[in-house]
Structures are given as structure tokens and as C-alpha cells.
């Protein structure tokens, strides 16, 4: 699956160890701007690192032009580019407009429950990725993806 994510979406999975195995699993796209915000802007940065690691062994593709929109907007822009199934974020005021414009999203813990439910992912795994995100994200957030896998396992 093809995957344009934001900044929020791809420090928070950085942050919580996910990153890596979503990046092995999906072909995961990111802006310049969001480029800029999550490697450029706080270089040195533990998660910065992590980020051009990734980029640099081609697990992470930067794309399109540099901006100074804000990163949501350039990803907006980069899906409507073509060749993407869906946008990742985590920002409620983006995902409302994607929503509003029948635009295809996952948040970080639906897109965690996605690759269970697609076989890419173990329970075990998924389980443990979203108690990593359950600091990083709404309560209702978290307890509707722990909802999601519990339906899994019946």
C-alpha cells in the first residue's frame, strides 16, 4: 500500500519503535515540508536521525517541491499527485477536511490495526504498538484500535 504520512504520524511512530516495521511493510511517501519538519528543522534529534536513516536506505521516499505550507497541506498535495491509496495523520483539524472531501485516511493506530488486519503484522505486535502510541494519542483513540483488536481475536 502506498501511504503519503505527515509529521505527526511519522514522529509518533518513530517515537514509539513502530516506524521501522510499518516502513518495511507499506511504501510509505512523506512531502519535502515534511522533510523539513521532522529531519531539517530539529536536526540532531534522536528521531531526526532515526528519519534519515530511513530515507537514506530508501524505506522513506521525499517528494515534491519545498514549501513553506505546513506539512498536512503538502501531503494533501502529494496524495492529489497521484498513485497513493490513503494519507496518514493524527492532526483532527486535517483529517476533518479529508474527511469533509472523501479523502482515504488512517490515523497511526488504525493504520497499526490495518496491517493486523491484513495479515502483516502478529497480534502481539499489534498489541504492543498501540501501548506504545497510547501515550501519543487520544484515550478514544486507543481504546476504539484495542477495541478493533479484541474483535480480532474472537
Request: charged fraction near 30%; charge should be negative; glycine fraction near 6%.
Amino acid at each position: 500500500m502506498k501511504v503519503v504520512m505527515d509529521s505527526d504520524v511519522l514522529i509518533k511512530f518513530t517515537k514509539t519503535g513502530c516506524k521501522e516495521a510499518i516502513v518495511s511493510l507499506l511504501e510509505v511517501s512523506i512531502p519535502d515540508r515534511v522533510y523539513e519538519e521532522t529531519v531539517i528543522e530539529p536536526k540532531g534529534c534522536l528521531d531526526a536521525i532515526k528519519i534519515q536513516e530511513n530515507i537514506d536506505n530508501g524505506m522513506i521516499l521525499v517528494q515534491g517541491l519545498p514549501s513553506r505550507d505546513k506539512g498536512e497541506l503538502e501531503a494533501l498535495k502529494l496524495y492529489k499527485s497521484g498513485g497513493f491509496e490513503l494519507i496518514a495523520s493524527d492532526d483532527r483539524k486535517f483529517l476533518n477536511s479529508l474527511d469533509r472531501n472523501g479523502i482515504p485516511y488512517l490515523t497511526s493506530s488504525s493504520m497499526v490495526v490495518y496491517l493486523l488486519y491484513d495479515n502483516k503484522i502478529s497480534l502481539e505486535d499489534t498489541i504492543k504498538y498501540i501501548d506504545n502510541l497510547k501515550m501519543y494519542i487520544s484515550q478514544r483513540q486507543y481504546l476504539s484500535a484495542m477495541l478493533e483488536v479484541l474483535k480480532w481475536v474472537k
